[in-house]
């Protein structure tokens, strides 16, 4: 029998999920003033709490916001946006976790959530609750010394920098329109709070510029300039969206003009992203890391199928799912249907493996090719990698 039970917390509890979860990750609590800032984010009735011994220790916690997924095609379906994830340092493989995440999913099933997705902070914790890599993601730095544009760069159209809290209220106002890829998710309006948190708790000022489109605004970074050495400063670009190709010149003429800015430093951005195709000469820009962006888990496969685009010919693929056996069994999956058959598949995989094609972040031949999916043979495999390939690759872009 577990030695903890779980329930969810009440809002005044949450600060002390906060420092937990703060614990965890071995920082301090939050300050009053910060957690005055912070309380926002947090979504009624969305935080979990693992408590053990009587009346009650809080052990561990996790959360989540209500949110939607853009999938390839364009739909979007409901989607949980876990954060906050941790387990107190003394109490941790003894289940707590396992629990936390069963919890949840009971709970999302009950709200009709179709998938789940997070940022990991470690590769190797949400495989085995049905999580697989949803998107990837690259860091870069940029020598802004050496960085000149190139003389075809679209123009782009006005960049100016707004001031105060109501800054954020732009930026929640234009995201929406600016959400075109696969792996998007919405931004809810306690996403923003915890934004306008982080933005306001470092020592540097944080900026805000918009790209004046044609109509509204098409495109926006958010960035903060630090100093790590004596006498090189460093712009990091915090968060950056485009709909054009005019505002991704637009904001990038802006940044290499930015003054007294050694290098620009891009952290989980996307695999496609043509920063290097600006610039005269394209090894300014360093590529410092491919990593996972996000972790994407199907609490409801056959709604998740049936969302997405496909292409080429039908197939029949079976799932394996035990946290979540409704999820079990086999699928047609094609660009005119999708639906429940019992059919010999082409391909067979787990729902973890599932979510790492079901956006685009890898093939179904790379899966099977490393024993991660089993194929009935090579015209299978051929067939599985168009029927599940994206006209754009998927790309979350916001950090929770
Ligand atoms: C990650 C964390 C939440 C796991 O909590 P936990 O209660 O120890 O997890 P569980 O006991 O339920 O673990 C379930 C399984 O996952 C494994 N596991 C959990 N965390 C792991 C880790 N960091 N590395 C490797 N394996 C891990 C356990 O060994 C266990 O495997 P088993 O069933 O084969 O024994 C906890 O270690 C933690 O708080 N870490 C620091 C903060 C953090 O990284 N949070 C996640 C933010 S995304």
């Not at 994830?85 to 179709?114: C, H, N, S, W, Y």
């Not at 729902?351 to 079901?358: K, P, R, S």
């Amino acid at each position: 029998m577990s030695d903890h039970r779980i329930r969810v917390l009440r809002d005044d509890e949450h600060r002390a999920a906060m420092d937990l979860f703060r614990a965890s990750l071995h920082l301090k609590p939050a300050e009053d003033q910060e957690w005055t800032r912070a309380a926002g984010a947090f979504q009624p009735g969305r935080t979990l709490g693992a408590f053990a011994g009587d009346p009650g220790t809080l052990i561990g916690t996790a959360r989540s916001l209500d949110s939607e997924l853009t999938v390839p095609g364009g739909r979007t379906v409901p989607l949980a946006a876990v954060t906050g994830v941790g387990v107190r340092a003394d109490r941790t493989r003894r289940g707590v976790l396992t629990d936390l995440m069963r919890t949840q999913f009971a709970d999302f099933a009950e709200r009709g959530v179709v998938a789940a997705t997070l940022h990991a902070s470690e590769a190797v914790i949400y495989g085995r609750f049905g999580y697989g890599v949803g998107t990837l993601a690259r860091g870069c730095t940029i020598d802004r010394t050496r960085a000149r544009l190139r003389p075809e760069v679209p123009a782009g159209g006005e960049v100016r920098l707004l001031d105060g809290d109501a800054a954020f209220d732009v930026l929640s106002a234009a995201y929406p329109a600016l959400r075109t890829r696969p792996g998007m998710m919405a931004r809810p309006a306690h996403w923003w709070t915890w934004a306008r948190a982080v933005a306001g708790r470092g020592d540097e000022p944080t900026s805000i510029a918009v790209h004046q489109g044609p109509g509204d605004i098409d495109g926006f970074v958010v960035y903060t300039v630090t100093r790590p050495r004596t006498g090189s400063a460093v712009l990091r670009v915090d968060d950056l969206h485009a709909a054009t190709a005019e505002a991704f010149a637009g904001l990038w003429r802006f940044l290499l003009s930015v003054d007294l800015v050694d290098e620009i430093r891009l952290g989980e951005r996307a695999l496609d992203e043509p920063v290097e195709l600006l610039v005269t000469d394209p090894r300014v820009c360093t590529v410092t890391e491919v990593a996972d962006e996000t972790w994407l888990r199907l609490l409801d496969v056959p709604t998740a199928l049936a969302a997405r685009e496909y292409y080429g010919d039908p197939l029949v693929i079976e799932v394996t799912d035990p946290a979540i056996p409704a999820n079990t069994g086999g699928y047609v999956v094609g660009p005119d249907e999708v639906r429940r058959t019992d059919a010999p598949p082409a391909l067979r995989l787990g729902v973890d493996a599932l979510a790492m094609i079901y956006l685009g972040a890898w093939r179904p031949s790379q899966l099977v090719q490393t024993g991660r999916a089993q194929a009935a043979g090579a015209d299978a495999v051929a067939a599985a990698d168009r029927l599940f390939s994206t006209r754009t690759p998927a790309w979350c872009g916001t950090f929770f």
